[in-house]
């Protein structure tokens, strides 16, 4: 497959952001990044299991929410973030300012030191006699005591601010890795996915290793949740993604991209071993016992589809997602808990 130029993929692009702003306008909806991120994801088309949910919301209400599309394509709720970072950084500034204050205030103690032990060396040089200058000897040692206890309060503060700006900077890391991470499953979310994904193959590109993507679906959740519940249907994804977990090696990349939708990244893997790790997934999910936690209800079999794709030399991320997205809605048409690759014939009438 020939590469793509850099004028034509930059001309698509903008045809992907005219679109996304266009549908924003349209629908009146909010066009703030993430939203915007949500509509060009649709333009692009590199899901379109995704796409037709949205279109399927939108033909049943009318229209759709930005709180609706940014939850299709794994977009987590902004709020506690942006509330976390914004008390953190006041935080950060607070323990900034006091630290300068501590700070401000022993430089101020050291000039009267300094001036202090000015004085002494003046009276040193008019004392005529010893109890003269065992008056002065005292002085020195009175204002050498004072200026060690507030070197010492002095000390204490700088480690409690140190102490303080540690506890703030070990919250900003863990609020880092909240804004990747999803919240039901901890798993990687929809922008830890697409960060990875530029990594890793920014990364094969020049080493000639092969990569794979999977892409995994639930099957039918949406009947998991009529008959039983969105809170058993979320137990039915906690158990995939706890599948995901078991049979990812550290160097792959496990995320939730969607609603009920699943990618793992597979680095150094060629399609074959790819698809074992897809079949083992499939078949653990398969095997498990779900039941509704309030009842004791059976809620019986749940299965999963995927699709895989092998990257080729020079291909976009986007182009990537959507044959793995081809081969998962032809895993669906071919009747669902199975997985099919890019290589097989099935593959290419999905596209």
Not at 65 to 87: F, M, Q, R
Not at 229 to 244: C, K, N, Q, T, Y
Request: aromatic share 4%; net charge negative; with cysteine.
């Amino acid at each position: 497959m020939g590469t793509v130029s850099a004028a034509a993929e930059q001309k698509g692009t903008i045809v992907y952001a005219d679109f996304a702003l266009r549908r924003i306008k349209a629908l009146g909806v909010p066009g703030d990044p993430r939203n915007y991120a949500a509509w060009f994801t649709y333009a692009t088309n590199c899901s379109p299991s995704h796409n037709s949910i949205v279109n399927e919301t939108i033909g049943r209400k009318g229209s759709i929410s930005a709180a609706e599309i940014e939850k299709i394509y794994g977009y987590a709720p902004p709020n506690l973030i942006t509330d976390n970072v914004d008390s953190l950084v006041t935080k950060a500034a607070d323990e900034v300012e006091q630290a300068m204050a501590v700070i401000d205030a022993a430089a101020g103690t050291i000039a009267g030191y300094r001036d202090d032990l000015i004085d002494v060396a003046e009276q040193l040089d008019g004392a005529q006699d010893r109890q003269g200058l065992s008056a002065i000897v005292e002085s020195l040692i009175r204002v050498t005591k004072g200026m060690e206890a507030k070197n010492e309060a002095f000390v204490a503060s700088l480690k409690a601010s140190k102490q303080e700006m540690s506890e703030v900077r070990k919250k900003v890391e863990a609020l880092r890795i909240d804004s990747l991470t999803d919240s039901l499953t901890r798993l990687g979310n929809r922008e830890c996915f697409e960060r990875e994904l530029d990594r890793c193959l920014a990364e094969a590109e020049p080493s000639n290793e092969d990569l794979c993507l999977l892409l995994m679906d639930v099957d039918r959740l949406r009947t998991v949740n009529e008959a039983f519940g969105h809170m058993a249907g979320d137990e039915v994804i906690r158990a995939v993604s706890h599948a995901l977990k078991q049979h990812a090696q550290p160097h792959d990349v496990a995320a939730r991209v969607g609603g009920e939708e699943f990618a793992v990244i597979l680095p150094n893997t060629h399609l074959r071993s790819a698809l074992t790790v897809a079949d083992h997934i499939r078949c653990r999910v398969m095997g498990m016992q779900f039941m509704k936690r309030s009842t004791g209800e059976s809620m019986g079999r749940v299965t999963v589809s995927g699709g895989i794709a092998r990257y080729r030399k020079g291909e976009t991320p986007w182009a990537l997602m959507q044959r793995a997205d081809n081969c998962l809605t032809a895993a669906k048409r071919q009747g669902r808990n199975r997985v099919i690759c890019d290589n097989d014939g099935l593959a290419v009438g999905a596209a």
